[in-house]
């Protein structure tokens, strides 16, 4: 008897655990494990756990129809994870556990622990290599190190690609012998209610937005990216953070349709492969420098960096007050849709890192708190990178201009009246520096809590007497 664990790999196709499960075992059980006070401990956004409720309903029909029931248990936190599986383990008298790997501190803690424990009670433990398309730790240097900055990871990453083309695994084959449980338990998640009935979970749905964005939209991907009035990007997101999607599936339809696109770096379908391998650069740094998952940034000497605090600016950030219209928007959008734009991301993450000075560890864990397609080392890799507290860090020329910035991505003001109802009756010419206009004093809208080339010189100072500490 085998048991699938499913973790963040929610899906039946091209996953590396269920397929050799299925090769190996006659008869297949699959089990997930909700921990709700370690998601609370992990910032995990109410919205994304309800995509996940909703995910494992479809989950647990696609396994039933290759003869694998789907368990559901809760339990606090990762600390009795072990006792879980193990008890579980032997009350099915499951002789072989399948999972898929997460590279997270806490996560690979926990799946040590798990390992020893069936391992003392003679049950076998099998982790694969499943959310990278390379595995991490492949992708090295000369030297035989990990890269540090991405664009030479890139480069020996497509190499590697080239050689490799990693095609995606089928669905697997029914189970000869379909194993009946009575009682799966209920899909009830223990966690602060969001609706995220927005995003689509089922297959076809999911299958079909990645199908219709390679042909439809990826052509002009490095055009319309960053123009968030624009529905130019894949909004693919929530779904490879939870494993409803992988990489391999992506880069599969992406090539199908645009068979040239390795060799073309300006087009719009390099462009969006790229996005996909910065993700996985990401997790290969989290298993290079594990540190990335315990507070530290990067770059060792921006610990010495004096970063301002105040409970007010930061509100008034999150909140979407802040008196620049484009970083408000992009707020606003968040809190009310769990989701924002990645050009507005790096706007708003420069805002509160370099305009306010604010450690970007309470920026990544708001965004953590918030976005539907919150993924760890995407958001730590973001955040740090917009902070210039990361890879290719650049603090003294990576200091944002909100207001240049709105007015190059958002030249009339269409994604700032999306989100701003107040300033709908403001001008073009003031969309963003309504704070300027003559009928300002009439819009229930805050001027600018901070001058923007103040704060850039500020920001500045701070990063360099840092460095020469």
């Given at each position: 008897?085998?048991l ?15 397929f050799?499960?299925v ?8 089990l997930?494990?909700?921990t ?31 003869g694998v ?6 339990i606090a ?8 599986l193990?008890?579980?383990a ?6 072989h556990?399948?999972?898929n790997?997460?590279y ?9 622990k798990v ?14 290599d499943d959310?990278c398309?390379?595995?991490p730790?492949?992708?090295q ?10 664009t ?5 990453w ?10 995606p695994?089928?669905?697997?084959k029914?189970m ?6 009575e ?8 966690y602060p209610?969001?609706?995220?009935m927005a995003?689509?979970v089922?297959?076809e ?5 990645l199908?219709?964005?390679?042909y439809e ?30 990489p391999?599936q992506?880069?599969a ?9 390795l ?10 492969l ?8 990401y ?16 770059q ?9 605090s105040?409970?007010?600016?930061l509100a ?16 606003r ?6 989701w ?30 918030q ?9 730590n890799g ?5 902070a ?12 944002f201009?909100p207001?240049?910035?709105g007015e ?18 403001v001008?073009?010419?003031y ?30 100072s701070?990063?360099k ?5």
């Amino acid at each position: 008897m085998g048991l699938v664990w499913f973790r963040t790999d929610l899906r039946v196709v091209d996953n590396t655990a269920l397929f050799e499960a299925v090769k190996h075992c006659d008869q297949l059980i699959a089990l997930y494990v909700s921990t709700p006070m370690q998601w609370h401990e992990h910032h995990v956004a109410p919205i994304q756990v309800d995509l996940i409720r909703r995910r494992l309903s479809i989950l647990r029909e696609q396994l039933a129809d290759i003869g694998v029931p789907l368990v559901f248990k809760e339990i606090a936190d990762f600390a009795q994870t072990a006792e879980l599986l193990v008890d579980f383990a032997k009350e099915k008298s499951v002789t072989h556990v399948f999972c898929n790997k997460q590279y997270e501190w806490n996560e690979l803690q926990r799946d040590d622990k798990v390992g020893h424990r069936l391992a003392e009670s003679k049950i076998k433990f099998s982790i694969f290599d499943d959310c990278c398309v390379i595995t991490p730790g492949e992708v090295q240097t000369q030297k035989g190190e990990a890269f540090k900055v991405f664009t030479p990871f890139r480069k020996e990453w497509l190499k590697q690609f080239r050689s490799l083309s990693p095609a995606p695994l089928p669905i697997p084959k029914p189970m000869e012998e379909p194993l009946h449980i009575e009682n799966l338990g209920d899909i009830a998640l223990t966690y602060p209610p969001v609706d995220s009935m927005a995003w689509p979970v089922d297959e076809e749905t999911i299958r079909q937005r990645l199908v219709t964005f390679c042909y439809e939209k990826v052509e002009d991907y490095h055009q319309q990216r960053d123009i968030p009035a624009i529905d130019g990007t894949s909004c693919l997101s929530p779904y490879l953070a939870l494993g409803m999607l992988s990489p391999r599936q992506c880069i599969a339809v992406l090539v199908a349709v645009s068979p040239m696109c390795l060799d073309e770096p300006e087009s719009g379908a390099f462009s969006w492969l790229n996005e996909i391998i910065w993700r996985e650069f990401y997790r290969h740094l989290l298993v290079a420098y594990p540190n990335l998952c315990r507070d530290q940034p990067f770059q060792q000497w921006t610990k010495k960096v004096h970063w301002q605090s105040s409970s007010e600016l930061l509100a008034a950030w999150q909140q979407g007050k802040t008196g620049f219209p484009i970083v408000d928007a992009a707020m606003r959008q968040l809190k009310e849709t769990g989701w924002m734009h990645n050009r507005l991301r790096m706007i708003t993450a420069s805002f509160l890192t370099k305009d306010l000075l604010i450690h970007w560890q309470a920026g990544e864990q708001w965004f953590m708190s918030q976005l539907v397609d919150g993924d760890f080392a995407s958001n730590n890799g973001g955040w740090q990178w917009a902070a210039s507290t990361g890879t290719d860090a650049q603090p003294y020329f990576r200091v944002f201009n909100p207001t240049t910035q709105g007015e190059r991505f958002d030249p009339k003001g269409e994604f700032i009246r999306t989100w701003l109802y107040e300033l709908k009756d403001v001008p073009d010419k003031y969309i963003h520096q309504p704070h300027l206009w003559p009928g300002s004093d009439g819009i229930n809208y805050p001027k600018p809590i901070v001058d923007h080339k103040q704060a850039r010189l500020q920001a500045i100072s701070a990063f360099k007497t840092a460095k020469e500490m």
